[in-house]
């Protein structure tokens, strides 16, 4: 395919500002797009996280540049430019100090950040103020999750006189239907859209403004990040409410499974773990074993050799914790150690102190973002823990498998796409799949677990097949680029219908 001008307007950025998957996404996939000779920039919040992580001092490109919000309304961003790190990659930094150099992204674990509207209206409009004074031109502009949802109807209602914007087409990515950006009726004045899109059909959503409904009514084409969760958000239960408006747009949505960073995530160079491995070889991956045991406070158990579940997460509602701290009493009668790090809801967290104080020798938690020690339970682990109640796509399950470390997952979205049961009689699969987001189901699955790992051939026969799956971008990029065509497609229709 020809090579296009793609900008990637995201909310975080591996590996500049990240709090889960959608950082990784954007990262990896602006890099791989770049590979294969397009011209990526990637827009980013000036965070202070971003400021601390970037190697080399950014050049800037704007001074106090004047951003019209709405009427009555404008800000003033710095912008900036910089390189991701590790590739020629553009960044834009929209830098204003009030909105972005803060402690957190979006809040504290426990509350969002009350001004996230207006700090994400000011980041859409600012992004495309830039793009119109520089007057560089994109065949795409890829917006991710709700924060940058309001660009596609920007575009339309208020740059659609502007030769560089308005040649624009628009995709739309899902990174997870649950965060929808819904504000007070009040920040409609904010955006600087007018009350008439205040109505159901269009931005309103039971009498509040919603964001994310916004991408889904005027992106060109739009995607999720697997297809397994492209139909779930179709339907009732996973639909979160928006389940009508996405079957309206059903055929333009195409559901993209997610790679994952096979520098970032690779046993055999991997600098954070005791020793390297690789499926050949996999002898380093019993001292990554002990020497996790170690870190975690748990018994070596060299003869023993008692499965060690590890688990690497977010904890949120989403994830499944609050059935791990109820079955918290009988996994710790299983011949199991379970060694958790996570953070987020205080609820949830306070539930599992309470289990590991409970459990000692089974439980270990580490409340904590912390990717080191994420790299060494990935490689230490036997097996990864990911009883999630829905899963967009999931990380989790696809980097421990390059390490040979097998999932034990709820069968739900991108879960179901990558997770290949075992099967008990032909001793094939590479991982391990439950049904039901209760204790019993995912005790059962554990129980599965133990029983194969008791078959120490049956293991290393799983452990390879694990291993051996390709979670490369090589083919989602492919995918990518083919929903950019359909998209610049529809825009050409679009733009001759007006
Ligand atoms: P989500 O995007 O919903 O949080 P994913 O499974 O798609 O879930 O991606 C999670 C990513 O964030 C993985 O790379 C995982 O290793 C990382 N991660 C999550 N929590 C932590 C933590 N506490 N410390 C380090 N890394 C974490």
């Given at each position: ?77 710095n912008v900036y430019q910089a390189t991701l790190p590790d590739s020629k990659v553009n960044v834009i930094l929209i830098d204003n100090a009030r909105a972005f150099d803060r402690d957190h992204l979006y809040g504290t674990g426990e509350t969002d950040y009350p001004d996230n509207a207006d700090r994400f209206i000011l980041f859409c409009r600012a992004v495309l103020h830039y793009i119109k004074e520089t007057g560089e031109y994109y065949d795409v502009l ?263 470390t097998l999932p034990i997952a709820r069968a739900t979205g991108g879960l179901i796409d990558t997770v290949k049961p075992w099967d008990r009689k032909a001793k094939s699969g590479n991982g391990f799949l439950f049904r039901d987001a209760t204790p019993e189901s995912m005790l059962k699955a554990v129980d599965d677990a133990v029983e194969a790992h008791s078959d120490a051939e049956n293991w290393k026969a799983l452990m390879h097949a694990a291993m051996g ?30």
């Open positions: 395919m020809s090579h296009l001008r793609i900008a990637q307007i995201a909310s975080e950025v591996t590996p500049l500002a990240k709090t889960g998957g959608l950082a990784d996404v954007v990262g990896t996939l602006a890099r791989e797009l770049e590979t294969r000779s397009h011209k990526v920039v990637v827009f980013l919040p000036f965070y202070r996280e971003a400021k601390l992580a970037l190697k080399s001092v950014p050049q800037q490109v704007r001074k106090s540049m004047p951003v019209h919000l709405a009427p009555g309304l404008t800000s003033e961003v890829h917006c991710h999750d709700w924060q940058t949802a309001l660009i596609p109807v920007y575009l339309r209602k208020l740059y659609s006189n502007e030769a560089t914007l308005a040649s624009a087409s628009t995709v739309f990515t899902i990174h997870n239907l649950s965060y929808q950006g819904v504000f007070p009726k009040e920040t409609m004045v904010r955006t600087g859209l007018g009350w008439d899109m205040f109505t159901p059909e269009l931005l309103e959503f039971w009498g509040k403004v919603n964001f994310l409904k916004a991408g889904i009514i005027y992106s060109d084409k739009m995607t999720t990040v697997s297809p397994t969760y492209s139909r779930e958000i179709t339907t009732k239960e996973l639909g979160a409410g928006l389940e009508g408006l996405l079957k309206t747009r059903e055929g333009d949505i195409h559901g993209i499974l997610n790679g994952i960073d096979e520098v970032e995530w690779d046993p055999s160079r991997d600098p954070h773990i005791a020793a390297q491995y690789n499926r050949r070889n996999i002898a380093g991956k019993a001292a990554c074993r002990k020497a996790l045991l170690e870190e975690m406070g748990f018994e070596a158990d060299e003869k023993e050799g008692r499965l060690l579940v590890g688990t690497v997460s977010r904890m949120a509602g989403q994830k499944g914790f609050d059935i791990i701290a109820q079955a918290a009493a009988k996994l710790a009668k299983k011949p199991i150690r379970l060694a958790i790090l996570g953070s987020g809801e205080s609820a949830i967290q306070g539930q599992l102190e309470e289990a590991a104080r409970a459990h000692p020798k089974s439980l270990a938690l580490r409340l904590k973002f912390d990717n080191a020690l994420a790299h060494r339970i990935y490689a230490g682990a036997d097996a990864f823990l990911m009883p999630s109640r829905f899963e967009p796509c999931g990380l989790g399950q696809m980097i421990s498998m390059r390490y040979g799956e390709n979670f490369s971008w090589a083919s989602s990029v492919k995918h990518y680029e083919s929903v950019y065509s359909h998209a610049i497609t529809a825009a050409e229709k679009r733009r001759k219908r007006q």
